[in-house]
């Protein structure tokens, strides 16, 4: 009987628990889902698999706990990653996450493929789903001989059209402190036409790219951290132009912009006196002082905002010119903001979400030399407020991987990510049965 | 005999160490002059005095010298004052620098007192003579029994009018780094009218005010750094309004915020390629790619430049859309804009620089309750490309302290800045010998 340790019981982590489940009963394993906290623990988990309460710097309990598994699968914020990742060379098992590689992690291939352990990266939805579908499509290409020249990758976290009832288009649908701080630490790098270009924080919202995905309208997308680096890990060196962006409905971007503008998504110092601060006060803060004028004219004006945008509309629905008691003790501007949006970006118990991918791949001809184009996107919509898109997304190619670890379909050792064949094709195949479908078109 | 070591002999250490040298005779001083870099050295330091070269990563040279001497001038950038300052208090000396008090030299303040040593910091001109001169007028209006409401302050190290011939009305008159990544590190704070207001980087060169020095013309001044903190260290709690800020000539600033919204001041990130690139390459990696436009007519675009704006001769005058070759190997695009810069914004020999300082001091009278206004204003002009303004307002307090020190006029141990009478009295006082005179009106 073999054993899986998930660490984490998160947003994310619904689709991901219902999968092992389901499988463990096929495959005669033994589950146990470990949290911190151990107040919704077991709603999400069956009574035939174990909870557990887990503080991951308790070496003792954390190592504990690895040794009798065969496999450990973290859900944890990225920055803990590291921390279980050590206890798992010591005692030579495998492990799987949905988050980024860090240098950290990295740094553990030489002995990871010693022990002959996987350490398996980026087997979420973004980065993940993201990985095996762009590749499945650069692979297909170039097998035909053909040049890559162009690629292009969005993803976005979003809300169903039924469920579309605000004017930013937007509700949270996995961790509001990434959607506040998106896109600070460092410019935005893509290759253009090939020529480097970067874009600084706070141009990041102004310069949108829109597109189209059939039967769901339009988007727009902005630039998403370091495109550089998958010069390398997607092998497309030589390329003219890569470009990775996050999606959201257009005008999203724009009014995002004041909050960037106005520095209130700014995570580095403590508000004096928040406690006694309403929304209102919160955005005063940051505009000139002046004793007749509004604090809605003052920000229109700053920003050159007319007096017809609909960013005006966005603004004020969330709230911030309100009189209210923003009701923390202590706080960063980011988190302020993170507090005031928390109250209108909810999900509605029936509320659905949505997760859109796009990519674009320009290649040229093997034998006639022109110029073509195939493009790849994916739609998954969520259940409800629990079993969200994201949570699918998120949480069934994780899961997959973990199924094919244990039985051994896989047999990588080292540090990953889920660029090779042997990885992203049986994931994807499997996906399919779980509606997650790419439709690709030339 | 007493001795005394300076360490760092860069741009503003000319008055400095003539003035040291001046008194030397006087008092019977031996002085050591150490730097990094031979070259220039002796230049900068008559026959009678040492010149040494020192590395103060050489921790045993560091420590030989520092015992030698009986007080340690440091006009090193600010990041390498703590080694030298823990030597100093290892080895029982006092030291004596122009740059802000870290919370590292701040963290000796205990061991400074047992030993009874002098750690006087923000001796220069900002930080410095601005304290000074301003701590004179607020306890002079709080001896006359009134109440500090408001206090500005504002100071810029610019060019003197008759060598102003360039469009930006400025050159480089200190280290050129601190100038291109000046307002970086977190948003400008102050008070006004009783309200914390906070300022981020990218807003930062467009909420400038205007003022007004008499026989010099106008000013701009955008906010700098934390002003809240200045609560305490001038005994403010309880003014309505506390800004400090530095002085440029009008526009200087609309058009400097070009390369802040560009992302050209970013010093975090080495740009791949830069040897290769001209400056027009480095002013296009910021824009959008079109195969068509001119990066000119990209740029005036994408920041609404109007074509009629002084901003376009300011950025043409500069080259930045010239097909020169940078003419660095790697670096930072903060590093190539810096590099960009110095080939214009240098001082001929015979130019002459300026420093400007204006303070606003608002109180209640004492008697009749009424609002009041007191200013104080400076203007030093340099001599030539040498003796600078700036050497003489940086370099005088600090030599001005640091012989009050060794003739025991100042006796305080610990760790202090010029706000108190008994060291900024004598030194003010002093300084009118040499032309550094405020003008203090009602």
Request: hydrophobic share 40%; aromatic share 10%.
């Given at each position: 009987?073999k054993?899986v340790?998930?660490?984490g019981a998160g947003?994310?982590?619904?689709?991901?628990?219902?999968y092992m489940?389901?499988?463990?009963?096929?495959?005669?394993?033994?589950?146990?889902?470990?949290?911190?906290?151990g107040?919704?623990?077991?709603?999400?988990?069956?009574?035939?698999?174990?909870?557990?309460?887990?503080?991951?710097?308790?070496e003792?309990?954390?190592?504990?706990?690895?040794?009798?598994?065969?496999?450990?699968i973290?859900?944890?914020?990225?920055r803990?990653?590291?921390?279980v990742?050590?206890a798992?060379?010591?005692?030579?098992?495998?492990?799987?996450?949905?988050?980024?590689?860090?240098s950290?992690?990295?740094?553990l291939?030489?002995e990871?493929k010693?022990?002959?352990l996987?350490?398996?990266?980026?087997?979420?939805v973004?980065?993940?789903?993201?990985?095996?579908?762009?590749?499945?499509?650069?692979?297909?290409?170039?097998?035909?001989?053909h040049?890559?020249?162009?690629?292009?990758?969005?993803?976005?976290?979003l809300?169903?059209p039924?469920?579309?009832?605000?004017?930013?288009?937007?509700?949270?649908t996995w961790?509001?402190?990434n959607v506040?701080?998106?896109?600070?630490?460092?410019?935005?790098?893509?290759?253009?036409?090939?020529?480097?270009k970067?874009?600084?924080?706070?141009?990041?919202?102004r310069?949108?790219?829109?597109?189209?995905?059939e039967g769901?309208?339009?988007?727009?997308?902005?630039?998403?951290?370091?495109?550089?680096?998958y010069?390398?890990?997607?092998?497309?060196e030589g390329?003219?132009?890569?470009?990775?962006?996050t999606?959201r409905?257009?005008?999203?971007?724009?009014?995002?912009n004041v909050?960037?503008q106005?520095g209130?998504?700014?995570?580095?110092?403590?508000m004096?006196?928040v406690?006694?601060?309403?929304h209102r006060?919160?955005?005063?803060?940051?505009?000139?002082?002046?004793?007749?004028d509004s604090v809605?004219l003052?920000?229109?004006?700053y920003?050159h905002?007319?007096?017809?945008s609909?960013?005006i509309?966005k603004?004020k629905?969330?709230?911030?010119?309100?009189?209210?008691?923003?009701?923390?003790?202590?706080?960063?501007?980011?988190?302020?903001?993170?507090?005031i949006?928390k109250?209108?970006w909810?999900?509605?118990?029936?509320?659905k979400?949505?997760?859109?991918?796009?990519?674009k791949?320009?290649?040229k001809?093997?034998d006639?030399?022109?110029?073509?184009?195939?493009?790849?996107?994916?739609?998954?919509?969520?259940?409800?407020?629990?079993?969200?898109?994201?949570?699918?997304?998120v949480?069934?190619?994780?899961a997959?991987?973990?199924k094919?670890?244990?039985?051994?379909?896989?047999?990588?050792s080292?540090?990953?990510?889920?660029t090779s064949?042997?990885i992203?094709e049986?994931?994807?195949?499997?996906l399919e049965d779980?509606?997650?479908?790419?439709?690709?078109?030339?």
């Amino acid at each position: 009987m073999k054993k899986v340790l998930i660490i984490g019981a998160g947003r994310s982590s619904t689709c991901l628990i219902g999968y092992m489940e389901e499988k463990a009963e096929i495959y005669d394993w033994r589950i146990t889902v470990a949290d911190r906290d151990g107040g919704m623990l077991r709603d999400k988990v069956s009574e035939r698999s174990r909870v557990i309460i887990l503080d991951i710097f308790d070496e003792d309990q954390l190592k504990m706990e690895i040794e009798e598994a065969d496999l450990v699968i973290s859900l944890l914020p990225a920055r803990f990653h590291p921390i279980v990742a050590r206890a798992c060379v010591e005692l030579s098992k495998s492990m799987v996450t949905a988050s980024y590689e860090s240098s950290e992690i990295r740094a553990l291939e030489k002995e990871a493929k010693e022990r002959r352990l996987l350490f398996l990266n980026e087997m979420g939805v973004d980065p993940g789903l993201d990985h095996m579908s762009a590749m499945r499509v650069i692979n297909q290409i170039r097998e035909q001989g053909h040049e890559m020249v162009e690629f292009e990758s969005f993803t976005g976290g979003l809300i169903a059209p039924e469920s579309d009832d605000n004017p930013w288009h937007y509700k949270f649908t996995w961790n509001p402190r990434n959607v506040v701080i998106a896109g600070q630490g460092g410019p935005a790098k893509f290759l253009q036409e090939g020529k480097y270009k970067y874009i600084p924080y706070n141009r990041l919202f102004r310069r949108t790219e829109m597109i189209e995905i059939e039967g769901y309208g339009r988007f727009e997308g902005y630039a998403n951290r370091d495109s550089l680096s998958y010069l390398e890990k997607y092998g497309l060196e030589g390329v003219k132009t890569i470009y990775r962006g996050t999606l959201r409905r257009p005008g999203f971007c724009r009014a995002w912009n004041v909050f960037v503008q106005l520095g209130a998504t700014d995570d580095t110092y403590l508000m004096p006196g928040v406690e006694n601060m309403t929304h209102r006060d919160f955005i005063n803060s940051f505009l000139y002082y002046n004793e007749h004028d509004s604090v809605e004219l003052k920000l229109f004006h700053y920003l050159h905002i007319d007096q017809d945008s609909d960013v005006i509309e966005k603004l004020k629905w969330l709230g911030i010119f309100d009189k209210t008691k923003i009701g923390l003790k202590e706080a960063t501007p980011a988190q302020v903001l993170e507090h005031i949006l928390k109250k209108k970006w909810q999900l509605s118990t029936d509320d659905k979400d949505m997760i859109a991918m796009w990519h674009k791949f320009i290649y040229k001809d093997r034998d006639t030399g022109e110029i073509k184009e195939k493009t790849s996107s994916l739609i998954v919509l969520g259940d409800d407020k629990v079993n969200t898109a994201m949570a699918k997304t998120v949480g069934l190619p994780l899961a997959i991987a973990a199924k094919m670890i244990l039985t051994e379909e896989i047999k990588l050792s080292g540090v990953y990510i889920p660029t090779s064949r042997e990885i992203y094709e049986p994931v994807l195949k499997e996906l399919e049965d779980y509606g997650i479908l790419f439709l690709e078109s030339e």
